[in-house]
């Protein structure tokens, strides 16, 4: 189905923004990488596809662009599925789209793990 416009101009935003920043960066020295945080209902969602809907759809153009611009890319959205799935656990706050303190202990561990697999060294 069609992407509605109004999402396709995000998306086309956010590419361009996101492509501004690599380039800086590139010409500054740092890394870039990318962590995507899921939205609450994407994580909670029951089916991941339906009619008019596929949750993972967002994430897949940040994927792209990523996979595009060699970019290590790390997608929180199926962990964070899993987790809630497993431990019947509320990770955002009631009411709010942002993180609870359970929602940023497990989004810490899996963007430190991430950062370890990527080669960086844990501090003391």
Same mark, same amino acid.
């Given at each position: 189905?069609?992407?509605?416009?109004?999402? $396709?101009? +995000? !998306?086309? #935003?956010?590419?361009?923004? !996101?492509?501004?920043?690599?380039?800086?960066? +590139?010409?500054?020295?740092?890394? &870039?990488? !990318?962590?995507?945080?899921?939205?609450?209902?994407?994580?909670?969602?029951?089916?991941?596809?339906?009619?008019?809907?596929?949750?993972?759809?967002?994430? $897949?153009?940040?994927?792209?662009?990523?996979?595009?611009?060699?970019?290590?890319?790390?997608?929180?959205?199926?962990?964070?599925?899993?987790?809630?799935?497993?431990?019947?656990?509320? !990770?955002?706050?009631?009411?709010?789209?942002? &993180?609870?303190?359970?929602?940023?202990? #497990?989004?810490?561990?899996?963007?430190?793990?991430? &950062?370890?697999?990527?080669? &960086?060294?844990?501090?003391?």
């Amino acid at each position: 189905d069609p992407y509605p416009a109004v999402a $396709s101009k +995000a !998306i086309e #935003i956010t590419l361009k923004s !996101i492509d501004s920043i690599r380039r800086m960066l +590139a010409s500054n020295g740092p890394k &870039f990488m !990318i962590a995507n945080l899921p939205y609450q209902e994407q994580v909670y969602v029951k089916e991941m596809q339906g009619s008019g809907y596929n949750v993972e759809r967002p994430q $897949s153009y940040l994927q792209d662009y990523a996979m595009d611009n060699d970019i290590p890319y790390l997608d929180l959205l199926p962990p964070l599925r899993d987790y809630v799935r497993i431990n019947s656990k509320k !990770i955002y706050v009631t009411g709010d789209p942002h &993180f609870n303190t359970s929602g940023h202990e #497990i989004v810490g561990s899996l963007v430190a793990q991430w &950062f370890l697999q990527q080669g &960086f060294q844990q501090r003391e």
